[in-house]
């Protein structure tokens, strides 16, 4: 994922926390935080993949 989008979340949580945010801007993290949890998603089963298990 692009910094940029991850310093957008970031915005856009502080803000919520502070000053709460518009019906667009809750639309967007909506949409930036889908697309972060595929990114780990897809980040973790490219790990899991990759482990091979050994038996003595």
């Known amino acids: 994922m692009e910094k ?5 979340i970031n915005y ?3 803000k919520k926390k502070t000053e709460g945010l ?3 801007e809750q639309e967007e993290q909506k949409e930036l935080y889908k697309e972060y949890l595929g990114a780990i998603r ?3 089963k490219a790990t899991l993949d990759s482990i091979e ?3 003595k």
């Open 22 to 24: 518009t019906k667009n």
């Open 4 to 8: 940029d989008k991850i310093l957008r």
């Open 42 to 44: 897809r980040n973790f």
């Open 53 to 55: 298990i050994v038996d």
């Open 12 to 14: 856009l949580a502080k």
